[in-house]
């Protein structure tokens, strides 16, 4: 049967000649080893030692950047945002010793070009590379490439990149046209690895390349890699980038697709039927949910009602009410008779959403446990199976003794945790329905791809009877400023957080830390009562001082992030936050998040002395939004999605393409061919049984663990 055929079979209205995925079987790529007539033994141990055996995982080691040396940046009078590309001569290099001891390696680079007089130097530094001492030395010409900042007076490029500029004589691949740059292998040196990848491409069969789908039928794989290494233009590199970013893509979202066939294949719990509770529980809140809100519920409850486990995200800002959707889901199991569970991150999460659940659900009946490690000691309270509702931290992925029915389970800020941990929870109950949530918002793409086997609903509107917020920046304010603007408000009532990055002062880091200034401002603010919170208090003592600010006894709470997530408490209308550029950007928005919540118009100060321009750009971008998915596409701009998303579990920060993670129109066709090809074979036993590898171990795993 052709693949034609098969299309018609499947999808009767569409009619397509050619499948985009026409298999084309290969045989496996050859041996490095068997054909290694241009490279050294040395050279294929390294290779070896990095995980390529064949001539393919060496032509998919692909360049990472490309360099066009046709031309390059002129030398910089001042701090650059991004890395330049330089070429110069190094006109000093030596070994810098501190107190005796190797330093570092630095080379003073000058504009070759430049003339002598206002030709700008950069100095070039490596530490920790002492070999180098035998590599450069002053003369050679150079072209470096890094991100230029000012220390001391001084333009810096702290570990460029670099390579010594030969005269080859004749055409070169290395200099005058766009040359490749590769991550480091280590053993071989950049001009080694262009020229082996150079050799190659003209010396190796193309049908040993071939990969087992084919992406883009269009023009061949192979054509598609000579481009990408040796591109003429960078355009046209990155055309061919595209495609092998959408093979890589297309790999990810048939993971996805499995993944979420495989959940819909289990038969879920019929949850939600009966709806007094949640009734009763609308008619006892102050306000009215916001659209979003019903919506998100709504979509929740269909999900409930279908026979399908749920699996579903609930996206949305710090604030924006995302505690109420989950109750509202966990009302509608307990009437239908099960047992729900909400596990937090964090001792301080936990009890938030405890006293909170407790507080509008008591007056309806319901019963309701806390499980966190350091409080099953003391509340007494019976979980053996009897409470309806069970929160707590991690204490309850072994709390199996108090699920007697686990129904459905809500995990809050679903990141923190690992997907064995998930796993894990879920395995206390049988199929129970799933809510995932989260306070960071990932740009839509990300979403796709991280969570795309989950249906998402998005809380994009604040509760109404919110003051506005201010987000300001200030460089060198003077304290008694702060403390004049502080006691300004905290005499009308209000209350405040001062945040800092450090619990206690440090040697290395030159910043004020919470503990010290805590001293500070507890006297400044006289009479008003200031308390200290930090990751190193005890847990007990945490709790007094978070309940004597959220009865106001405490004015001021000076505090490192530990307040990050969680804390609520409508009355704090300011937060002035120290040396704000030791915060990541999602972290800074997190903490804003704290203010905002009540009717009072707010005010985020963010105090910062660094004046380098991501510093810069960073707080600003707080400053000229308030909207999280926007404040997370600059992350995601600035930092790469690696560094965005931090845990391996999401499985990104081995991603090639990354950059293309904002590629919408990619990432949707990727996502469309995992969709047709699970729709043509569902579990990949048949027409497309050679894709079967490209499920991941943890894939499969998981589908066991269910
Ligand atoms: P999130 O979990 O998304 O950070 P919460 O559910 O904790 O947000 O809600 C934040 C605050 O807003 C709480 O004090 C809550 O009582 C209040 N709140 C939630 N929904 C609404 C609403 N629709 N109208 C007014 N206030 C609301
Ligand atoms: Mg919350």
Redesign the pocket.
């Known amino acids: 049967m052709s693949i034609s055929d098969l299309q018609n079979r499947h999808f009767p209205l569409t009619v397509v000649r050619h499948h985009p995925l026409d298999i084309t079987l290969q045989l496996p790529a050859s041996n490095l080893l068997d054909q290694s007539s241009f490279l050294t033994a040395k050279e294929i141990v390294a290779f070896t030692a990095n995980g390529m055996k064949t001539y393919a995982d060496l032509l998919e080691h692909f360049p990472k950047r490309h360099e066009d040396r046709r031309r390059f940046d002129a030398f910089p009078a001042s701090p650059t945002l991004h890395a330049v590309c330089l070429r110069g001569m190094v006109l000093d290099a030596r070994t810098m010793r501190f107190s005796g001891s190797y330093a570092c390696y630095e080379a003073l680079v000058i504009d070759g070009q430049g003339g002598v007089f206002g030709s700008n130097k950069i100095t070039c530094r490596w530490f920790n590379m002492p070999f180098l001492s035998k590599m450069l030395a002053a003369g050679h010409e150079v072209i470096v490439y890094g991100k230029v900042k000012d220390i001391k007076g001084k333009l810096v490029i702290d570990h460029p990149e670099f390579e010594i500029i030969r005269d080859d004589g004749g055409e070169s691949i290395h200099v005058d046209r766009i040359v490749p740059i590769y991550k480091n292998i280590t053993g071989i040196a950049q001009r080694r690895l262009r020229e082996i990848m150079h050799l190659l491409l003209q010396r190796v069969n193309p049908s040993t390349i071939t990969q087992v789908y084919d992406v883009a039928p269009q023009r061949t794989r192979f054509d598609d890699l000579k481009v990408v290494h040796f591109p003429e233009s960078m355009e046209q590199a990155q055309v061919a980038r595209r495609r092998f970013a959408l093979e890589e893509f297309f790999a990810i979202q048939l993971n996805v697709v499995w993944r979420r066939a495989r959940h819909h294949d289990h038969a879920g719990r019929v949850l939600g039927k009966k709806t007094t509770l949640l009734k009763a529980f609308y008619q006892s809140?102050?306000?009215?949910?916001?659209n979003a809100?019903k919506r998100s519920i709504k979509e929740i409850i269909a999900d409930m009602r279908s026979p399908r486990p749920m699996n579903r995200l609930l996206q949305?800002?710090?604030?924006?009410?995302?505690?109420?959707?989950?109750?509202a889901a966990m009302l509608l199991a307990v009437d239908s008779g099960c047992q729900a569970a909400l596990m937090a991150p964090t001792q301080i999460l936990a009890e938030?959403h405890y006293l909170?659940c407790k507080k509008w659900f008591e007056p309806l009946g319901v019963r309701i446990a806390l499980r966190t490690g350091n409080r099953e000691d003391y509340t007494h309270e019976a979980i053996d199976g009897d409470a309806q509702i069970i929160i707590g931290t991690h204490a309850l992925l072994f709390a199996g003794d108090a699920f007697a029915d686990l129904g459905f389970v809500v995990i809050?800020e679903q990141h923190k945790f690992g997907v064995s941990q998930r796993a894990r929870l879920i395995s206390h109950g049988t199929m129970p329905d799933v809510l995932v949530?989260t306070?960071t918002p990932i740009p839509r793409t990300l979403t796709m791809t991280i969570y795309g086997d989950l249906d998402v609903s998005v809380?994009d509107e604040r509760?109404?009877?919110?003051g506005k917020i201010v987000t300001a920046m200030r460089t060198n304010p003077k304290v008694s400023d702060i403390t004049s603007f502080l006691k300004d408000h905290l005499d009308e009532g209000r209350q405040a957080y001062l945040v800092y990055p450090l619990v206690e002062d440090s040697e290395t880091v030159k910043a004020e830390s919470a503990t010290v200034a805590w001293e500070k401002w507890s006297k400044r603010l006289k009479p008003h009562r200031t308390g200290l919170l930090h990751g190193k208090i005890v847990a007990e003592e945490k709790e007094q001082v978070m309940q004597a600010f959220r009865d106001g006894e405490i004015q001021v709470l000076v505090a490192t992030s530990v307040i990050e997530v969680?804390v609520?408490v409508?009355n704090a209308n300011i937060m002035i936050i120290h040396h704000a550029e030791r915060f990541g950007l999602a972290q800074l928005h997190q903490l804003r998040?704290r203010i905002g919540?009540g009717e009072h118009k707010s005010y985020c100060i963010l105090l910062t002395d660094s004046k380098t321009p991501e510093a810069l750009e960073k707080l600003q971008a707080l400053v000229d939004s308030s909207d999280g998915f926007h404040i997370a596409e600059v992350d995601l701009r600035m930092r790469g999605p690696g560094e965005v998303l931090g845990t391996a579990q999401s499985g990104l920060t081995t991603i090639k393409f990354a950059d293309f993670l904002a590629d919408t129109t990619l990432l949707r066709e990727a996502r469309q061919l995992a969709d047709q090809v699970i729709a043509i074979d569902a579990d990949l036993s048949n027409h497309y049984q050679c894709l079967r590898p490209l499920i991941h171990i943890e894939t499969l795993d998981l589908e066991h663990r269910a």
């Open positions: 809140l102050p306000f009215d949910l916001t809100q949305g800002d710090v604030g924006s009410g995302k505690t109420f959707v989950a109750m938030q909170t809050d949530m306070a809380l509760p109404a009877n919110r969680g609520d409508p998040g919540r």
